[in-house]
C-alpha cells in the first residue's frame, strides 16, 4: 500500500508525549509570557491539536513577531532550493517554549562584565576573550632507577589442555 501524504503523516513518534507526561496541559504553560522577539523552540504538544505546527517546524527554533492572548506568531526561515524563506507561523502556547540557546551566551556576557568592573577597580587589565583547548603541557617519564625498571611485555603462549 503507498503511504498517505496528510498533514500528520508519519508522525507517530515524533508527536508523542512522553514518559508519564499524557494528559492535560500544565496551567503553568499558559502563565509564560512571551515578548516579540524573544526567542523560542517549537515542540508539538499532541494533547491540544489546535494551533499546532506542521511536522516541518516540529523542533526548530524561531522569533516571535506576534503575541495574541492564546497565541505567538514565529518567524521561522526554511531551506526552500537554493534559498531561505521567511515563514511566519501562528502558534498555540501549548506548542512553543523559551529557547536556551542564548543563556550562554548571556551568562558569559554576566561574567564578562563582572570581570570587567571588578579589574577597573584594581586597575590591571584582564582578557576577556575565549581561547580554544591548548595542547596538553609535557609530561616527563620517571626515569628507570629505584622502583621504575622496564618491563619486556611478550605474548603468553597458547597452551590446549584437551
Do not use: W
Not at 25 to 31: C, E, G, Y
Not at 117 to 133: N, Q, S, W, Y
Request: hydrophobic share 35%; proline share 6%.
Amino acid at each position: 500500500m503507498p503511504h498517505s501524504f496528510g498533514y500528520r503523516a508519519r508522525t507517530r513518534h515524533m508527536f508523542k508525549r512522553g514518559f508519564k507526561d499524557h494528559g492535560p496541559v500544565k496551567l503553568s504553560t499558559f502563565l509564560i509570557n512571551y515578548h516579540v522577539g524573544d526567542i523560542v523552540d517549537i515542540k508539538a504538544n499532541a494533547a491540544q491539536q489546535k494551533g499546532m505546527p506542521h511536522k516541518y517546524y516540529h523542533g526548530r527554533t524561531g522569533i516571535v513577531y506576534n503575541v495574541t492572548p492564546s497565541a505567538v506568531g514565529v518567524i521561522v526561515y526554511k531551506v526552500v532550493g537554493n534559498r531561505y524563506i521567511e515563514k511566519r507561523v501562528n502558534l498555540r502556547v501549548e506548542h512553543v517554549r523559551h529557547s536556551k540557546c542564548r543563556q550562554e551566551f548571556l551568562d558569559r556576557v554576566k561574567r564578562n562584565h563582572e570581570a570587567h568592573v571588578e579589574a577597573k577597580e584594581k586597575g590591571v587589565r584582564v582578557d576577556l576573550k575565549r581561547i580554544p583547548a591548548q595542547p596538553r603541557e609535557a609530561r616527563t617519564v620517571a626515569s628507570a632507577t629505584g622502583d621504575n625498571a622496564p618491563q619486556t611485555i611478550v605474548p603468553v603462549p597458547y597452551e590446549t589442555t584437551i
